[in-house]
Structure formats: structure tokens, C-alpha cells
């Protein structure tokens, strides 16, 4: 299933937030979503997840256009890991939390298939052990494994990831981006990731495309974005750009002022 955003604007207040976004994500391909802070990468992922409704331009699902259909044909297609889950003060236990990734497929009581899927998902982000405890009461980290599981029980046909990776410790950085290569290899989904780390996704992305104030300021794999240019260009940081194993690899010098 392909994504296709085309001339898409949106504006929560009188200036626009995104100005003109045209991308693709396609089947097979994790697409990276860089760019500064308030660049516009979670308003993006948002309108692509029919969550906010874009003033200008289109958005095909395949071959249907996103606006077209309901809130409930969407969530059965897009898995969708939010950057931050506000605190709640409602107990919810892990495995209810994944679980609700299968209410798009619920009728109207959960059957065994539903959990057997939610064990499986729980087993592969290696957060078995915390089923029973409260969501909201877990670390970042672990909140954010329990979220990627979440979008794996959905078996969702596109992954929409706002920073899986924030709170994580480097090992579990590298499995939940090399997890979600994989699976989008082996299912043929289509990923959009947005990232701070340019060095995973200079590792795992396929496609990277750089934000800046609203736009994308550059687009195409890893070598073509992350120039010492662009990045100091987007970022305002100067930056020297080695290689490991075929990708650059950035390493931060200083803030151009
Ligand atoms: N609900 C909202 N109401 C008003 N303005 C908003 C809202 N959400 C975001 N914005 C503004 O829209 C712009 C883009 O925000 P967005 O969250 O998309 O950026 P981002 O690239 O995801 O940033 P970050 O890297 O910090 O997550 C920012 O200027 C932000 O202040
Ligand atoms: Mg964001």
C-alpha cells in the first residue's frame, strides 16, 4: 500500500504549518522525517493519519483518497505511534493497551486470535514481562516498546512512527528500527519515521525527507540529504560527515550562529 501526499497545507492558526508537502511513502520503504524542532514532521504524520484535516491538496491511501473515508477504515490500515502519550490517571494495563490495537478488527469482544496477537506483538518488542503492569506508569522507554507494539497487533498496512526512538537506550534504538525494517520487508508495509537521531535514520531509512519551517527542504536517500549543507542549512549546525557501512554517519561540531 503507497501513501501519496500531494500539495498538502495546514495551518492551526492563521500562518500555515505546512506549506505545499508533496511525498510518497511507498510499499516496502521506511521513510525517515527529519528536520528541527517545530518543522512541521508531527503535523505531517498527523494529516496523514486523517487525525488533522489538511486545508489544501490530497491524500491517496492506495488508490483512495483519505478524506473519503471514515476514521474507522483508516485506523485498520495505519498503525500510528504518537511522540507523547499524555499521563492518565486511569489504570490501564499493558496488555489492554495493545489490545486496543485490534479494536479496529473487534466486534465487539476480543477473541483468542485478538490475544494470541497481542502476545505475539508484546514478545517481539520483549515487553512480555510488563503485560500486567500500569501503561502509564512505565518508563518512557518502555512505553514507547509498548506503543510499536501496539502498531505490530494492529497488523496495520502503513507505520507512522513520531519518534519510537526518543526515550530509548541505544540497544533498544537499533531493535525497534531494525524491527521495523524488517517487518516492513517481510509484510511489504509502508513506514514513515520521524527522527531526531540523523544517524539511524542515515542507517535505517530508505528515503529521507528534511523539514524546514513547513517544507521539505531536501528529499531522496541518506547521502543526498544529509550533506554537511543541508543539515547546516535546516539546522544551522556545522557538522562533519564520515561513512559507516555505506551510510554517512554525522557527527555534530557546533551551532552556526
Ligand atoms: N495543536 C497545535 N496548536 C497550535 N500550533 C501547533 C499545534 N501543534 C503544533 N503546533 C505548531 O506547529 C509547528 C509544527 O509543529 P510539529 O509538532 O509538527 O513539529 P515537529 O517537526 O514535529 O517538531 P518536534 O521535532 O519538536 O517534534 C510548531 O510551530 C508548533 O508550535
Ligand atoms: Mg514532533
Request: aromatic content about 6%; glycine content about 6%; overall charge positive.
Amino acid at each position: 500500500m503507497n501513501i501519496t501526499v500531494q500539495g498538502i497545507t495546514f495551518s492551526y492558526r492563521s500562518t500555515p504549518t505546512l506549506k505545499a508537502i508533496s511525498t510518497q511513502l511507498n510499499q516496502s520503504e521506511v521513510l525517515g522525517m527529519v528536520g528541527p524542532n517545530g518543522s512541521g514532521k508531527t503535523t505531517l504524520l498527523k494529516c496523514i493519519n486523517k487525525i488533522l484535516e489538511p486545508k489544501q491538496g490530497k491524500i491517496l491511501l492506495g488508490e483512495q483518497a483519505l478524506n473519503k473515508m471514515s476514521r474507522l477504515q483508516v485506523a485498520k490500515q495505519i498503525g500510528y505511534v504518537p511522540q507523547s502519550t499524555a499521563g492518565n490517571n486511569e489504570a490501564t494495563t499493558v496488555f489492554e493497551m495493545v489490545l486496543m490495537g485490534r479494536r479496529p478488527h473487534v466486534t465487539w469482544q476480543s477473541s483468542e486470535k485478538d490475544e494470541e496477537k497481542v502476545w505475539q506483538a508484546l514478545k517481539t518488542l520483549s515487553v512480555e514481562h510488563l503485560a500486567m503492569r500500569n501503561f502509564y506508569e512505565l518508563s518512557g522507554g518502555e512505553q514507547q516498546r509498548v506503543l510499536v507494539a501496539r502498531s505490530l497487533a494492529q497488523e496495520a498496512k502503513v507505520l507512522l512512527l513520531d519518534e519510537p526512538t526518543s526515550n530509548l537506550d541505544i540497544r533498544h534504538q537499533l531493535e525497534v528500527m531494525s524491527l521495523t525494517r524488517k517487518l516492513v520487508l517481510k509484510e511489504k508495509l509502508a513506514a514513515a519515521v520521524a527522527i531526531h537521531d540523523l544517524n539511524l535514520a542515515a542507517r535505517y531509512c530508505d528515503k529521507i525527507v528534511m523539514m524546514k519551517e513547513g517544507k521539505i527542504f531536501a528529499a531522496g536517500d541518506s547521502a543526498q540529504v544529509l550533506t554537511a549543507e543541508n543539515i547546516g542549512l535546516a539546522y544551522r549546525v556545522e557538522v562533519e560527515i564520515s561513512y559507516c557501512r555505506n551510510s554517512p554517519y554525522i557527527i555534530p561540531i557546533a551551532p552556526i550562529y
